[in-house]
């Protein structure tokens, strides 16, 4: 056995359902071939008409590199696209798909190997009959990394799980990580460290199981567990290898954090730059509220981070707003929300509110630049920030990167983001949700303290059963406010 065997089933139904997915791919582009395959019958094996089936079959599917028809002869006779046109009138017979290949089988899959068109592919083909008599194949080479890319995207969303796919004479046909694409986990040396051989060859020898193992990637060690089961197609056999880290040394979620916080800092940036841009326009309009309002609804045009859009004179009256449903708002005093000629003083020519119930109803926090007409200040431009844009984006991809949540809370314990968006607007001094003690200890630590790390356990909406997460989080000092960026791994 390889290191520790595991029984999580959990990772194990992942990799069923994977499986699934994966066949469930392959007999949609098998019926579309199937489709194409009847259209070239029904011309008689004309040329034309079979280029035409190829193209429509190419346009149909989402995962092919290329695709031909050769007949009975193994001669091809149409090809699509033009990138393996030379392909046309040359003798086929080299790959060995005649009738006595197909024998007893309506769908062939090759093994991962180097085609005459320069691509690593598997070939998905399927033999063609008229009326009984065998009358030539179609055969599509499979773009299997745009394939396995999708099931690989909703894994890491899902669950943070990883996939790779791998032939049982070690052959990785697909890996999230494009340069293992290729290698042999039996004989490169990349895989030589004892507990990885004996995981590979576990899988390889095995159609499903679970094992452990331990990699250094980037410098650091991280214990994974991988469930596999396997996929039987067209003659073929994959194992289908769904892994998760359950263990790995802290800078790494630590590292992780401070890529986070920087990725949120470049989105305020971006939304302050374009706000800046918004403020100098309304200074150049000298008053005038047609041109300031067009500045507004240039800066929403600019920014999708933001939500809506005031622009306040010194005496905190608003002037004019944007989107339309705002425009109501004009001649409030907007005193209620503390901006004012001190406010930009303190915080320089970009603040930020902290996050609360704005008049309009949504929960959000605005960011505010200073407007000044000849050196006197003169109001000011504040825009209501979506979170789920400003940090949403970034958490997406630390999601998608390393299979991480994250959440954004002020040092009050105020939740102004979180992956599962019912915890945002809660407080997680206070909110019952939170009233575990190891919730509680480690909430309070969030709080003081501007980075660390911790471990809770928490019932995540939806789940069944409470999971254990590490937690590393860092702080962004920004406009005047402080936010705790923390990103979250489950064991």
Sequence with gaps: SAGCITTDASLEKAAKETVDEIA??????????????????????????????????YEDTDYSIS????????????VYPDIIKDSVGKDLSVYGTDEAYYAGRDIALTNYQLLESGFYSSVLSMPLYD?????????????????MDKVEVELRSDFGYSLWVVEPSGMQIYDS??????LNILTDTLYAKADVRAAAEQICAEKSGTASYSLVENGRVSVKEAAWET??????????????????????????????????VESLDETAEEMLEASEDIEEANGNVKAASNALYDLLDDAPSII??????????????????????????????????????????????????????VFAALMSSAVYENGIYAGYISGALDESILIGVPAKEIRTKYGYGMWVVEPSGMQIYDTDSD??????????????????????????????????????AGAKEPVTKDVAWTTITYGGQEWRVGVTSIR
């Excluded at 949609?28 to 004309?46: F, K, Q």
């Excluded at 695709?67 to 002869?73: E, G, K, N, S, V």
């Excluded at 990580?177 to 290729?182: H, Q, R, S, T, Y």
């Excluded at 194992?239 to 590292?255: C, F, G, M, P």
């Design 67 to 78: 695709i031909l028809y050769a007949d009975a002869d193994e001669i091809c006779i149409a």
């Design 177 to 182: 990580d494009a340069e293992e694409v290729g």
């Design 131 to 147: 009326n009984g008599k065998f009358a030539g194949y179609i055969s599509d080479a499979l773009d299997l990394t745009k394939m």
């Design 423 to 460: 915890e945002v607007g809660l407080n997680i001094l206070t909110d019952d949700r939170y009233s575990a003690e190891d919730i509680k200890a480690a909430a309070k630590l969030i709080v003081s303290e501007p980075q660390g790390t911790a471990v809770y356990t928490i019932l995540d």
């Design 24 to 57: 469930e791919e392959l007999n949609e582009m098998s019926e579309e071939m199937r489709e194409a395959g009847d259209a070239i019958l029904a011309s008689g094996g004309d040329a034309k008409a079979a280029e035409d089936a190829l193209f429509e079959l």
């Design 308 to 361: 809506s859009l005031v622009y306040a004179d010194a005496d905190e009256i608003c002037i004019t707003a944007a989107p339309e449903f705002m425009e109501e708002v004009a001649g409030r005093d907007m005193t209620i929300y503390g901006i004012d000629e001190e406010f930009h003083r303190n915080f320089g020519k970009i603040g930020l509110t902290k996050y609360q119930t704005l008049e309009e109803g």
């Design 231 to 264: 996929l039987s197609y067209g003659g073929q056999e994959w194992r289908i290898v769904v892994t998760k880290i359950t263990a790995r040394d802290s800078t790494a979620l630590e590292n992780a954090a401070d890529e986070a916080a920087a990725l949120i």
